[in-house]
């Protein structure tokens, strides 16, 4: 039975880890003590869910909870490194400290070790999210306790709101840029001064001209996009900050 565990310490548990070709052993000492981290677990990498909301939410919040405090955000899956390595990379997840409990032991550890077999997947992780504060968890977020994969109060947002009530979330923000471009890199500097983080969007690599260009309706960058909401180039953000 799953079962919230507040106040009690973190499993003492040793990760297997795969980085720069090299084997590399990371205990719970290593990414906890002395550190405030949000951890959250989820069926496996590469899941719908798990890839689709999960992970890129709490990737793209990730320095807003680093202004309250937080040292780093762990996600935690049932997967091999490998698995989790490649997951990262896919996602883009650079935010985010993807740490592969491939025998379970941590999982288990928490009670929250629970059998997939239905499905193929053999034991994995339920779904959760906790605080945990130099070892000690302060808080647990647990997905009820009821049939399939559901996903309710493990997000990032409940897990923010619950650390600071009163943060104000900053609308998403993307820009279409070339390289080498003069006004896009205004654009740029001017979000940078603002505190805004931004996705850049980078034409030939990663956009084609027609994709600009039945977005936005133009043909030149920067176009950058608030919140939905088509700005347009360098001089037009300048305009909507004024």
């Known amino acids: 039975m799953l079962k919230d565990i507040s106040g009690q310490t973190v499993p ?5 880890l795969r980085k720069n070709d090299q084997w590399q052993a990371v205990t719970s000492d290593d990414i906890f003590k002395g550190k405030t981290v949000v951890v959250f677990s989820l069926p496996g990498a590469f899941t719908p869910t798990c ?3 999960h992970l890129p939410r709490y990737n793209e919040l990730a320095n807003v909870f680093k202004q309250n405090g937080v040292d780093d955000i762990v996600c935690l899956s049932v997967n091999d490194t490998f698995v989790m390595n490649a997951w990262a990379e896919s996602q883009e997840a650079n935010n985010i400290t993807l740490i592969p409990d491939g025998n379970g032991e941590f999982t288990d550890g928490m009670g929250m ?15 959760y999210s ?4 130099d070892g000690v968890i302060e808080k647990m977020f647990i997905e009820p306790d009821v049939p399939g994969d559901p996903f309710e109060v493990s997000d990032a ?7 600071n009530p009163n943060q104000k979330k900053q609308e998403a923000i993307s820009m279409f840029t070339k390289p080498n471009c ?9 979000l940078s001064e603002k505190g805004l983080d931004f996705e850049e969007i980078m034409m030939g690599s ?3 001209l027609t994709s600009l260009k039945a977005i936005s309706g133009r043909d030149t960058v920067p176009q950058i996009f608030i919140g939905g909401k088509h700005i347009g180039g360098s001089d037009d953000l300048a305009n909507y900050f004024a």
């Open 51 to 53: 890839s689709s909301t």
């Open 182 to 190: 003069p006004f896009c890199k205004k654009a740029k500097a001017l």
């Open 113 to 127: 070790l629970v059998e997939k077999k239905d499905l193929g997947f053999g034991k994995r992780s339920w779904r």
């Open 12 to 16: 003492k548990v040793t990760f297997n």
């Open 206 to 208: 990663q956009a084609s």
């Open 130 to 133: 906790m605080l945990v504060k």
């Open 157 to 163: 947002d409940t897990m923010l709101n619950y650390i």
